[in-house]
């Protein structure tokens, strides 16, 4: 288990060596890595400009909350390894978020689990976004696709 809330920028490279490093069952692993985008749909048709987003975690309980995530992911696939990094603070458009990468000796669970890990995490995990833009900052609310891709889950139980 390796779940990490942190400022500093990660090297994906070296996080997924780590992830598989010594165990040679590992047949795949899936990864996301999601990035800050410089347009932000807002309130309007057309998106506006993002210079910058500031995120801001709940320490302690954000961590409980990724264990409790992964854990349910463990209960539902055969892992052999899973990693969870996300950021936090101000980052510009470009810079990375999160990491999650999910190994295991075949890719289906490799890949459910991993697409399971950010439905849940972008719904449960306590963490608010806050974007500039040209006409000032203002806090992200949480999408309705954001719930809807997360409940497919629960119908999915195991």
Same mark, same amino acid.
């Given at each position: ?101 999910? !190994?295991? =000796?075949?890719?289906? @669970? #490799?890949? +459910? ?11 449960? $995990? *306590? ?7 040209? !006409?000032? =900052?203002?806090?992200? @609310? #949480?999408? +309705? ?11 999915? $139980? *195991?």
């Amino acid at each position: 288990m390796a779940i990490r809330v942190q400022a500093e920028d990660f090297d994906v490279g070296a996080e997924l060596a780590a992830l598989t490093d010594g165990n040679p069952s590992i047949g795949g692993v899936a990864s996301f890595v999601g990035l800050v985008r410089d347009m932000s749909k807002g309130d309007g048709a057309g998106g506006d400009s993002v210079s910058a987003m500031t995120l801001e975690h709940y320490p302690g309980m954000t961590e409980r909350q990724l264990a409790a995530i992964e854990a349910e992911a463990r209960a539902r696939w055969p892992l052999d390894g899973v990693l969870i990094i996300h950021r936090h603070g101000r980052l510009l458009p470009g810079d990375r978020i999160v990491l999650a990468a999910c !190994a295991s =000796a075949h890719r289906a @669970a #490799a890949f +459910e689990a991993c697409w399971f890990l950010m439905d849940w995490l972008k719904t449960k $995990a *306590p963490f608010w976004k806050q974007e500039e833009t040209p !006409a000032g =900052a203002r806090w992200v @609310a #949480a999408k +309705e696709e954001d719930d809807q891709a997360a409940e497919r889950w629960y119908k999915r $139980a *195991p």
